[in-house]
T-cell receptor, first 114, second 111 residues
């Protein structure tokens, strides 16, 4: 329905595991985003890509590594996470990364780090 | 002061009532404003953009007050399906790094 899909929808991983989250948008947009949403906290912008180029990295720890092979696909590679990284990870896209355009969100990946 | 501040609520109102809530922002250079709604355990979805001249979409009206640095959302004739968390989004500059989400206002409509 939203035109932005995310897989997996749920993920449980140990602190020593390596996993990847995938996002795909079918809206013809040029910008893609990763957000983190923890309980009772506002959405936190993590990374922004515009035309496949990373334009923002909001002081995110290096255990989170984004990858954007093209304007339609976005990945978030995870390794040696901490329990406090458990959250809902949302992908979004917009026409461009100017901040003036509305964003369309995927359903999110609910991550639990054990 | 937080960059974007919302009353967390919950606002608990009867069906058919009119309800309004505000969102204040601290950066006077903010340029773009949006309201999103987020249902429980779902992703945020755009409700409406907020223009300088205001914006109306059916039962929903959004206003911008630059002098006092807040935006508002008015819901008329509220429906049970309006129950959700309403997120205020402010863009303080021309780049995506300046996009700030509020913590949201929880609205519950009772029969």
């Amino acid at each position: 329905e939203t035109g932005v899909t995310q897989t997996p929808r749920h993920l449980v991983m140990g602190m020593t595991n390596k996993k990847s989250l995938k996002c795909e948008q079918h809206l013809g947009h040029n910008a893609m985003y990763w957000y983190k949403q923890s309980a009772k906290k506002p959405l936190e912008l993590m990374f922004v890509y515009n035309f496949k180029e990373q334009t923002e990295n909001n002081s995110v720890p290096s255990r989170f590594s984004p990858e954007c092979p093209n304007s339609s696909h976005l990945f978030l590679h995870l390794h040696t996470l901490q329990p406090e990284d458990s959250a809902l990870y949302l992908c979004a896209s917009s026409q461009a990364a100017s901040g003036s355009y509305e964003q369309y969100f995927g359903p999110g990946t609910r991550l639990t780090v054990t | 002061r937080k960059e974007v501040e919302q009353d967390p609520g919950p606002f608990n109102v009867p069906e058919g009532a009119t309800v309004a809530f505000n969102c204040t922002y601290s950066n006077s250079a903010s340029q773009s404003f949006f309201w999103y709604r987020q249902d429980c355990r779902k992703e945020p979805k755009l409700l409406m953009s907020v223009y300088s001249s205001g914006n109306e979409d059916g039962r929903f009206t959004a206003q911008l007050n630059r002098a006092s640095q807040y935006i508002s959302l008015l819901i008329r004739d509220s429906k049970l399906s309006d129950s959700a968390t309403y997120l205020c989004v402010v863009n303080a500059g021309g780049s995506a790094s300046k996009i700030i989400f509020g913590s949201g206002t929880r609205l519950s409509i009772r029969p």
